[in-house]
C-alpha cells in the first residue's frame, strides 16, 4: 500500500554480550581494508569481512583484489570464499595474479563459489528457535504466531543460516548451533496531530549452544503513518501494523548475521 512505502521507518541496533568477540561494524573493517597503512591490518580487514556472512562485504573484497600486497590480495580470496556471495565469481575469475599462492588460493574460492551456485550456499550456522513472547501489552493471540513466522523466514533468508525446524531430531550435522529467543517489547498506535503512528520494536538473544550462554543481543525497531481513515479501517490497520512488526523484525536481524557467528564462536 502507498503508505507503507511512503512512510515506513526502520532501525537496528546490535549488542555483543562478549567483549572478546566483539568486532567492528561493516564500515570500520571496509576503511581498514582500503587505507589500513599496515598490510596486516588490512588482511585482519579483509578476513573479519568474510566472517561478517554480509552481502555489502563483497564489492570492497573485490577490489581488495588489486592490493599492492599478496597477503591481502590472498585473504581478500579466502574472504570471498567464506563470504559465498556467487556474485564475486565475474572479479574473481577475471583476475590474473602474479603470486602462486594468491592464484591458488583465488582458485580455491571460484570452485567453492561455483559449487555454491550449482548446490546451493553452505550452511555454516543452524538456528534453533527458542521462546517468543508478546510483550507488547496487545492482546492477540496472532502476535507471538506472527513473530515466530515472520523471524523464521527472515532468519532462514540470512546467508550461512539454516533454520530448523520445530520437530527437528536432537542430532544435527557436525555444525555449530545458536539458539534464537525473542520478544515483541513495543506494538502499539498513536495520534500525531491528524495522523496515526503505528510503531513496533522487538528485541533477540543469541545464545551460544549447548550451554545457552547470552553472546548478543539484536533489537530493531520501524514505525509507519497512516491516516485516521486508513486507522479506522480494520483491514488496513490490521495490514499496517503487520508490516510495521515485519519492519522492526526485519530491521534487528539486518545485523544478525556477525552477531551469529560470535554466537557460534566461527
Not at 515483541?184 to 503512528?197: D, F, H, N, P, T
Not at 491516516?227 to 519492519?247: H, I, Y
Amino acid at each position: 500500500m502507498h503508505w507503507s512505502r511512503r512512510s515506513l521507518l526502520a532501525l537496528a541496533v546490535l549488542t555483543v554480550a562478549s567483549h572478546a568477540w566483539a568486532t567492528p561494524g561493516l564500515e570500520e573493517l571496509v576503511e581498514q581494508l582500503r587505507h589500513g597503512a599496515a598490510f596486516r591490518v588490512r588482511v585482519a580487514a579483509a578476513l573479519q569481512l568474510g566472517k561478517s556472512l554480509d552481502p555489502q562485504a563483497s564489492k570492497p573484497l573485490e577490489a581488495a583484489l588489486d592490493d599492492a600486497n599478496a597477503s591481502v590480495r590472498a585473504a581478500a580470496a579466502a574472504a570471498l570464499k567464506n563470504l559465498g556471495d556467487v556474485s564475486a565469481l565475474g572479479s574473481l575469475r577475471a583476475h590474473d595474479d602474479k603470486s602462486a599462492a594468491v592464484k591458488a588460493q583465488i582458485a580455491s574460492a571460484i570452485k567453492s563459489l561455483e559449487e555454491d551456485a550449482t548446490s546451493g550456499p553452505k550452511t555454516k550456522v543452524l538456528v534453533k528457535i527458542g521462546i517468543m513472547k508478546n510483550g507488547s501489552g496487545v492482546k492477540s493471540p496472532k502476535i507471538e504466531s506472527e513473530l515466530v513466522d515472520a523471524s523464521r523466514r527472515k532468519l532462514n533468508s540470512l546467508p550461512g543460516v539454516r533454520v530448523l525446524a520445530e520437530d527437528a531430531p536432537q542430532k544435527q550435522p557436525d555444525l555449530p548451533m545458536v539458539m534464537v529467543t525473542g520478544k515483541i517489547s513495543e506494538l502499539k498506535a498513536s495520534r500525531e496531530g491528524s495522523s496515526i503512528v503505528y510503531s513496533a520494536s522487538v528485541e533477540y538473544v543469541l545464545h551460544t549452544m549447548p550451554e545457552q550462554s547470552i553472546a548478543a543481543k539484536v533489537s530493531g525497531r520501524a514505525s509507519a503513518t497512516a491516516s485516521e481513515q486508513e486507522a479506522n479501517d480494520k483491514a488496513k490497520s490490521a495490514e499496517l501494523r503487520r508490516s510495521v512488526l515485519e519492519a522492526a523484525i526485519a530491521s534487528a536481524l539486518r545485523r544478525a548475521p556477525p552477531a551469529l557467528m560470535a554466537a557460534a564462536r566461527l
